[in-house]
């Protein structure tokens, strides 16, 4: 009877055994991706933009798949800017986000000015950016009517942290959770929806006012990270420690509830 027994017990448990492996196995997978680019067109401000799809490539079907948008920093309208974060946008891919970065700067655009109240001259540029991902997301909900817009993550550096961090500010009903690699300039949202991160450079200030300070970040749940690494290096010109610890880092913060 102890054998019979025996033989009975032991398909289980090697049953329990293969349910756990293929339930971490599914945890820790990264999808491989794909890259999709378009030039949308907005009518009503007679304006193109250029977007990169990443997308993880699967045949099955990601259930309330989260959208992430990308900003870039400043490139001086040289065009192609939103390709040199692909350390990031790739990633966020691969950990299955549908993730989109916008080219905000066309070679017809006037130059970023750096002379006079940079918070406000600079202003029309942030707006325009912030039109360009109003615009964009509403493209999106048009032609991929699947994906979770309820948490929309916006992330976007230097001078595209300025842009994301004006479209929160503008529009926090849109927004779940909103990620800024040293923006220096916009006035991060001061509230607790959508929820704000900030990775901070070692190099550069942000003016007074950008930043909450320590009761405000208190009060709202604000996380202000600093980091060791240069403003420079948060694109592809980071080294490869430099990348993963701010993948690292917005991956955290994704995964927060």
Known sequence: ???????????????LINCSVNKNTDLVTDYEIK????????????RKIPVALYSPKTNKKILNQQIVIFNHGYGFNKGG???????LTEKLASKGYFTVSIQHELTTDSLLPV?????????????????????????????????????????????G?????????????????????????????????PKIYTLRSNDYPADE????????QKKYHITVQQT????????????DEEKKVLNDFVLKYLSEQ
């Not at 009877?1 to 049953?15: D, E, G, S, V």
């Not at 890259?35 to 007679?46: K, M, P």
């Not at 002379?115 to 509403?138: A, C, K, M, T, Y």
């Open 81 to 87: 800017d939103y390709f040199v974060y692909s350390y």
């Open 209 to 216: 006012g950008v930043l909450p300070g320590e009761e405000e």
């Open 1 to 15: 009877m102890q054998y019979k027994k025996n033989l009975f017990i032991f398909p289980i448990f090697l049953f």
């Open 161 to 193: 942290g300025d842009m994301a961090a004006l479209f929160g500010n503008q529009h926090p009903n849109l927004v779940y959770k909103l990620i800024t690699m040293d923006n220096r300039r916009m006035f991060l949202p001061r509230t607790s929806v």
């Open 115 to 159: 002379e006079g109240n940079l918070q406000i001259v600079r202003r029309p540029f942030w707006q325009n950016g912030s039109d360009n991902i109003l615009f964009v997301l509403h493209e999106l909900k048009k032609t991929n009517p699947e994906l979770d817009y309820k948490h929309l993550t916006l992330i976007g550096h230097s001078n």
């Open 228 to 239: 060791s690494i240069n403003h420079g290096h948060m694109d592809n010109k980071g080294n």
């Open 35 to 46: 890259l999709d680019t378009l030039t949308l067109f907005d009518q009503s401000r007679n």
